[in-house]
């Protein structure tokens, strides 16, 4: 189905009565640091292991300079469990050294500077500059989002998520810009993984995938 305004808003007023979207259901953060540090674990993992890492991280690293003073080695094995460790354990250490010397130890609230961070994609800047300052840039294109849009028709089936994010903010309301991704990724955690369950989704009659999988 052509994504219009009047699709994705019944979309969305559908996932809502199906699903409740509270802050348990993702990445816990408390401020915008704990949100990057949260975001950037999360690459290649369940919001559930990262929420189980960062309930031990977050109490021993409460400031940018802690990160950046931090021995590699430590956390690497204090972030190992969430999977890519080495990398992650050098995005936190350059994540804190960056933001000490650029920023005074704040996470700055521009899309362009947090694209600056190691370790912060496109996805993670629209997430972060949404949740922690308010600000609505793009459609965050994670596994999910890729995964279903084509699915609904939405957006044209690629590997190029910038195309997808584009396609998708042309017709999506900057307001519902978070509110899309994190349905979609409910709906994909629950019906639309890998191998969609057509036959139980909401959206069934809305979704060409859906009405095709159905008639099988
Ligand atoms: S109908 Fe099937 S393909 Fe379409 S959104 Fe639902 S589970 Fe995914």
């Not at 990398?87 to 130890?105: D, F």
Request: overall charge positive; charged content about 25%; some cysteine.
């Amino acid at each position: 189905m052509k994504l219009t305004i009047t699709t994705y808003k019944e979309v969305l007023k559908r996932l809502k009565k199906r699903y409740k979207r509270t802050p348990e259901s993702f990445v816990h953060w408390s401020n915008p640091l704990e949100l990057v540090i949260g975001t950037v674990l999360s690459a290649q993992c369940t919001d559930k292991r990262v929420n189980e890492v960062t309930g031990v991280l977050f109490k021993k690293y409460k400031t940018a300079k802690a990160y950046a003073n931090a021995g590699i080695k430590t956390l690497e094995a204090e972030v190992f469990s969430t999977g890519f460790y080495h990398s992650k354990a050098k995005y936190l250490k350059g994540i804190g050294e960056t933001l000490v010397r650029q920023y005074n130890g704040q996470v700055p609230n521009n899309h362009a500077a947090l694209l600056g961070l190691p370790g912060v994609s496109n996805k993670t800047a629209n997430l972060i500059m949404a949740k922690a300052f308010n600000i609505n840039i793009g459609v965050a294109v994670d596994t999910h989002v890729k995964r279903i849009t084509p699915r609904l028709g939405w957006v044209t089936k690629t590997e190029n998520t910038a195309k997808i994010e584009r396609e998708l903010n042309t017709i999506i309301d900057s307001k519902d810009y978070l509110a899309i991704n994190e349905y979609l990724i409910l709906l994909g955690r629950d019906l639309c993984g890998r191998t969609p369950n057509c036959a139980a989704c909401p959206l069934n009659d809305l979704c060409p995938t859906g009405v095709k999988n159905t008639r099988l």
